[in-house]
């Protein structure tokens, strides 16, 4: 059995999170290193009826409400990341192939959004109405009911996402850039000179 990766970020409001993950077939590392007080939630089952045969993923959160955890299943070995959408509260966790909109300060689960292909990154901004959730072929816009406020898809890989002068400009695999719209999803390519 292997030891967990982790990482740890500090997200506004007071909200503390480690993130650890492991390989497929490695959930009992998990679980031996498990920060288990507090309310505790296990997703895993939303992604594959035996969970822990899949690579896996456990983000703990401590802040002012007290501390939570919750449990994520992943059918490829990815790296967990987070992004707190502070106006509707909610903590964007990406893992694999599903981005978990989760209560900030109870993990409490509102929604999910699954993709096709791998996901690259979730963006949020206070000035948008939905966060970004990107993957690699495709750019979500999702409201915070979990509703798609628009998507459209990419005939190349997209390899990094990222908002910039109040554009989204997505890189692809190949290095080209796309500006899009944040807002509307339009591409601004052809305003470009």
């Not at 990341?81 to 964007?92: A, E, R």
Request: aromatic share 8%.
């Amino acid at each position: 059995m292997s030891d967990p990766k982790h990482s740890a970020v500090q997200y506004p409001g007071g909200l503390a999170a480690r993130y650890r993950w492991v390989g497929s077939n490695e959930a009992a590392a998990i679980r031996a290193t498990s920060e288990g007080t507090g309310s505790f939630a296990d997703h895993g089952p939303l992604v594959a009826a035996d969970p822990d045969r899949l690579c896996r993923a456990e983000l703990r959160v401590e802040g002012p409400l007290g501390a939570w955890t919750a449990r994520f299943a992943s059918p490829i070995y990815d790296e967990p990341t987070g992004v707190l959408w502070d106006v509707p509260g909610l903590l964007i966790v990406k893992y694999g192939f599903v981005a978990y909109a989760l209560v900030g300060r109870t993990g409490e689960l509102r929604w999910r959004h699954v993709s096709g292909t791998p996901l690259v990154t979730v963006i949020a901004s206070s000035r948008l109405p939905h966060v970004i959730v990107q993957s690699e072929i495709e750019t979500t816009a999702v409201r915070a009911d979990g509703e798609v406020a628009w998507r459209i898809a990419h005939s190349d890989v997209v390899a990094e996402a990222e908002l910039i002068g109040g554009r989204l400009i997505l890189t692809s695999y190949g290095g080209a850039l796309q500006p899009i719209d944040p807002l509307t999803g339009r591409d601004l390519a052809s305003g470009l000179r």
